[in-house]
T-cell receptor, first 111, second 111 residues
């Protein structure tokens, strides 16, 4: 069964910490995405990547960075976590213009 | 104007009825259309996609696309309580690497 795996289901971090969210897919997909989802705001695109070492800003990149050193892995980095980054973070991958496969999500709480 | 618009609901239907979920999009050149189901606390899962005008049926689900009206819908026949979830409409716009999501419609099927 093909999968997108996010390393943590729940995370609690302190304000100011550097936070790494990892995502791995086993489908050889070119495209990978990071979204956050908040009640009433829907899915908001943070960053995406369409190839190794390539990245594009989404709608809300401020306070985040990403890394894609290998095709199967796409990491989201919160440089200095803040309470307004408390959210559900969803990773997804896709091949060309096909639909996404989502990971199970990471619920991050910043205290 | 948002790229993809959905009625946020909630939409309530009795068990066994037809649930009708609607979505409009702004980019006339959009080519691919997707419906995702998201249970509370879970990540979205792809349930239907449609590329051509008309209807596409898969079990109890039917996706309908009308590109002239920039409208896509999802019909769920014989609705079950297990269909209670938020349904997200997503559109792939020409030239974009990412999907554009609506904010979702919350469906409740009443036993």
């Amino acid at each position: 069964d093909v999968k997108v795996t996010q390393s943590s289901r729940y995370l609690v971090k302190r304000t100011g910490e550097k936070v790494f969210l990892e995502c791995v897919q086993d489908m050889d997909h070119e495209n990978m995405f990071w979204y956050r989802q908040d009640p009433g705001l829907g899915l908001r695109l943070i960053y995406f990547s369409y190839d190794v070492k390539m990245k594009e800003k989404g709608d809300i990149p401020e306070g985040y960075s990403v890394s894609r050193e290998k095709k199967e892995r796409f990491s989201l980095i919160l440089e200095s976590a803040s309470t307004n980054q408390t959210s559900m973070y969803l990773c997804a991958s896709s091949k060309e213009s096909n639909g996404y496969t989502f990971g199970s999500g990471t619920r991050l709480t910043v205290v | 104007q948002k790229e993809v618009e959905q009625n946020s609901g909630p939409l309530s239907v009795p068990e066994g009825a037809i649930a009708s979920l609607n979505c409009t999009y702004s980019d006339r050149g959009s080519q691919s259309f997707f419906w995702y189901r998201q249970y509370s606390g879970k990540s979205p899962e792809l349930i239907m996609f449609i590329y051509s005008n008309g209807d596409k049926e898969d079990g109890r689900f039917t996706a309908q696309l009308n590109k002239a009206s920039q409208y896509v819908s999802l019909l769920i026949r014989d609705s079950q309580p297990s269909d209670s979830a938020t349904y997200l409409c997503a559109v792939h716009q020409t030239g974009a690497n990412n999907l554009f999501f609506g904010t979702g419609t919350r469906l409740t099927v009443i036993p």
